[in-house]
């Protein structure tokens, strides 16, 4: 979970800066959705849908992926009404029927980007643009990889292409490019079968004619003005059928078979298909699980923070005391270093009725800085006992004067410090 928020954190914050608002959908839609927009001969409508039936025999799914969601969000909302561009972000889970394996799930989780109502080839370079830096941010490398497949009728001169060359060697390739040849012939480029990926290599590839579409050369210029560098991968075609243009897909050699971070591409017909106005738009889809998984890897610290003060009630009455005492540290943290924008402290509480003894080993094993320890004596006087977890000095203090004493003031104005310094350096702040 630490990794999934640093990821989302981090892409919220990148996203907004970049114009983009959230936008949630529902988890399921109905079936229909997705055959006429992902496209019923593709790998997710003909085998990895979950797909089950309401009380009125309506066909639901659950998601597979979220663009043709948000598309039909925009248009039921009229969210293009202004006929403006709409920039919009999404984070939730997705599920395919597929056979699990490593950065393979079942319940998987995307975040991504789309945006609609914008046709320049500049909005394709923004949003790659966008991608790299998320993974930039993150520390994370990936390769760019990009291609161009053109229109429905440059897409359909491919797939024959494709298939023309293939038939006469149909018998050497798997079963699943065998199905495929008819229905989606595309997708014989990207197979991952080792001996499909020779033949492709070698048989298919140098016979089919190379994307040199003005927009394709503008999509090489963006990015090379940009400074991001790329690849042109011929195979990279996309397994959703709603695609048209540039495509791009970002992959790691850190992850196993199962390389790919995130896709998209343009897909200025898909709006049209769900019955709104013709709408140029662009979008990608990165994989949560597969960037958390590089992120646990890398030598990030996940550990949750240490306390910094640890507070002890021993006995009914003081028990009560240490809650209030608690209670009263956290806002006082709260509002003198909250207020300056973020940094404070953790302050945990005793909830188990332990002895002193067994209780200061608890805090020890945390790391806490102090703990309080309030008792009988304490309650009566009010005072709590302060004791430095590290050298083991403890002190009496009152606890009217606890929040000015000099070690919650070194710690809020530590806390303010950090903040500063991070700013300075544009880091977030350790709670
Ligand atoms: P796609 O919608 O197939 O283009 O997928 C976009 C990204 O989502 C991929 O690059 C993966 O990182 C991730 N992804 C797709 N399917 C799965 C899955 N079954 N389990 C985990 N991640 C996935």
New binding site residues.
Partial sequence: MAAFEEIEGKAQELFRSYGYTEIRTPIFESKDLFVRSVGSDTDIVSKEMYVFKDKKGRELTLRP?ATASVVRAWLENNLGADGGVSRLFYIGPMF?H?RPQA???RQ?H?LGCEILGAGTIEADVELIDLTMRLLQTLAIDGQLKINHIGGDEDKRRLADAIRSQAAGMIDDFCSDCRDRLDRNALRLLDCKNPKCRTLVEERILPSLPQSDSPEFVQLKKGLTELQIPFLVEPRLV??LDYYTGTVFEVTSDMLGAQD????GGRYDNLVSELGGPSTPAVGF???L??LATLLIESDRDYRPHAPFFFVIGLGEAPRIKASRFAQLMRRAFETRTLSEGGAHRRIDLELQGRSLRSALKQADKLESQYAVIIGDEELERGTVVLRDMTGGNQVDVEIGEMSEHSVIRAAIDDGIRELVEARKTGQTVKE
């Fill in positions: 992926e395919r597929e950065g393979r799930y998987f995307q996309r397994g790919a971070l995130l896709g889809a990165l994989g699980d597969r």
